[in-house]
């Protein structure tokens, strides 16, 4: 027998032990970390059967307080046990649960629980005895701070939302369960504080999730894109953390956090515009330090997108703009150099990702090496050369540095300096200004769960720019984002 969970609902235990043993193997045939272990219930005659996987349940819970409890257990002369009575005066184990089909006995066996089948019952016992091993609770990788938290989530779903529920010590935290994906049958937790965030937008998103059809989810970036009201759009409309402290802080400002088991990315809901050019240290600092490294930013998205661009206009279209002397020291350097400037310009970007990404993905060891060669290969040594000039090194390379600053931005920062660098070549700066407009019209008009992208900016009053442009101090910061109908978050 093999096939899906859904193939085996509707079908039933047969009450005759032999028969529901071979078929249970038959289910697993093939697979061979599947354990079984045959056992009389006390001395009452009664034969039953456990079976679990190895590797995904605690031996230790499972031979003390199943096994044990079973073997040593006392039964009244004359009674028959049942699975109502052994997982009434029976079992220690924390949590028992009866299962009647069949498919239900399958899905608690994959997620680490043990299966009991007793001879002559219809329905048999799912026994929590999970245990696999994790990663453990380290900080983030992508997400380092110099002040603040150090806990970052893990890949067990249930650690994470011990986690979050340990940052947020009310009975308000809601976390509700779906299992998503036809074969995998990932576990999915929504979580929401139930004053705070709105409801339908919490049924909006267990609509949608529920609608999703997919062979399995492995990640939260399956559901992100889904369920995402912009499936193209270079910006993502669902946030992605891997801090216990992020989400937590989300879910009090009335948002809604997705936690997908196998995965330490957790997904909230909605996303504004402005979170691209937050840090999470930024309010673990004081907050002047903060709001020049949040103003930072923006400028560095600027800067990013737009200087290869307006370079190639200005020095191509309007020399004219620029100082003589400038123009007069480009041309000089430029001297023996055989490509165009956009042909410079766009090398060098390709050549600044490709670095970029052999940097990101290779080990550590060889990291500094590759640092000094793709300095001295793609600096001086191409500028000696005359492959390319210095001024438009410079210019790349300015803008390579400043991506660095919007790391949430990274995939946007690429596309746009590239698309503004083409448009720049061919109608100079009126090119530049007409694609940025349109890009910007284009954010102005998104919209993130059915929240405006850009609320923060295009209804701020001075309350809400407090976190936006700037932190502000936090006895200031009195009132929630506006999307949220409880605004207040502190007595005027």
């Known amino acids: 027998m093999a096939g899906n969970l859904s193939d085996y609902e509707g079908q039933y235990l047969s009450g005759e032990i032999e028969k529901d043993i071979a078929c249970i193997k038959g289910i697993f045939k093939k697979d061979q970390i599947l354990r079984s272990r045959f056992v009389e219930i006390g001395k009452s005659g009664v034969k039953a059967a456990l079976f679990y996987f190895d590797g995904m349940v ?29 997982s009434e005066n029976i079992l220690f184990a924390g949590e028992v649960s009866t299962a009647a089909q069949i498919s239900e006995m399958l899905s608690a066996m994959l997620y680490g629980d043990t299966l009991l089948i007793i001879d002559g019952s219809l329905k048999a016992l799912t026994i929590n005895t999970k245990g696999w091993r994790t ?39 809601n976390i509700e369960f779906m299992r998503v994906g036809r074969r995998t049958k990932t576990a999915v937790f929504i979580c929401y504080l139930g004053s705070l965030a709105d409801k339908k937008g919490v049924e909006k998103l267990k609509k949608d999730i529920g609608k999703i059809d997919i062979d399995g989810i492995l990640d939260s970036n399956y559901i992100a894109e889904h369920i995402s009201s912009h499936k193209f759009s270079l910006l993502k409309t ?23 088991d196998g995965t330490p990315v957790v997904l909230t809901l909605p996303y504004l515009f402005s979170e691209n050019f937050q840090s999470d240290e930024d309010y673990y600092q004081n907050f002047l330090i903060s709001s020049v490294g949040r103003v930072l930013r923006y400028i560095c998205f600027f800067i990013a997108v737009s200087v290869p661009g307006v370079f190639v206009a200005l020095t191509t279209f309007h020399s004219g703009l620029l100082p003589t002397p400038f123009v007069l020291t480009i041309s000089r350097l430029r001297e023996g150099v055989p490509m165009s400037t956009l042909a410079e310009s766009f090398m060098l970007i390709l050549v600044f990702e490709i670095l970029k990404e052999t940097g990101i993905r290779t080990p550590e060891s060889q990291g500094s090496a590759l640092s000094i060669v793709g300095g001295l290969v793609v600096g001086q040594a191409a500028v000696e050369a005359k492959i390319v000039s210095a001024p438009v090194l410079i210019a790349v390379a300015l803008s390579g540095i400043a991506g660095l600053m919007v790391p949430r931005l990274r995939g946007v920062v690429v596309y746009l300096r590239i698309i503004l660098l083409l448009i720049s070549s061919v109608f100079g700066l009126y090119g530049y200004i007409g694609a940025g407009c ?23 009053g001075f309350q809400q720019l407090k976190d936006t442009v700037i932190r502000a101090p936090w006895p200031s910061m009195k009132q929630r984002p506006q999307f949220n109908h409880n605004i207040n978050r502190q007595p005027k």
Not at 73 to 83: E, T
Not at 147 to 161: C, H, I, Q, V, Y
Not at 238 to 260: C, K, M, Y
Not at 439 to 458: A, N, P, Q
């Open 438 to 460: 349109i890009f910007t019209i284009r954010v102005l008009s998104m919209k993130s769960f059915g929240t405006d992208y850009t609320i923060s900016l295009k209804k701020a």
């Open 238 to 260: 669902s946030g992605s953390t891997e801090r216990p402290d992020v989400v937590a802080a989300r879910l009090l400002e009335g948002r809604i956090a997705v936690v997908v």
């Open 58 to 86: 605690n031996n230790e819970i499972l031979n003390h307080s199943v096994i044990r409890s079973i073997l040593k257990a006392s039964v009244p002369q004359g009674k028959i046990p049942d699975y109502i009575y052994v």
């Open 135 to 173: 990663r453990g609770i380290n900080e983030p990788s992508d997400e380092r701070v110099l002040k603040g938290p150090r806990e970052g989530f893990d890949e067990a779903a249930m650690l994470n939302l011990a986690l979050i529920r340990r940052k947020l010590l009310t009975p308000d935290l």
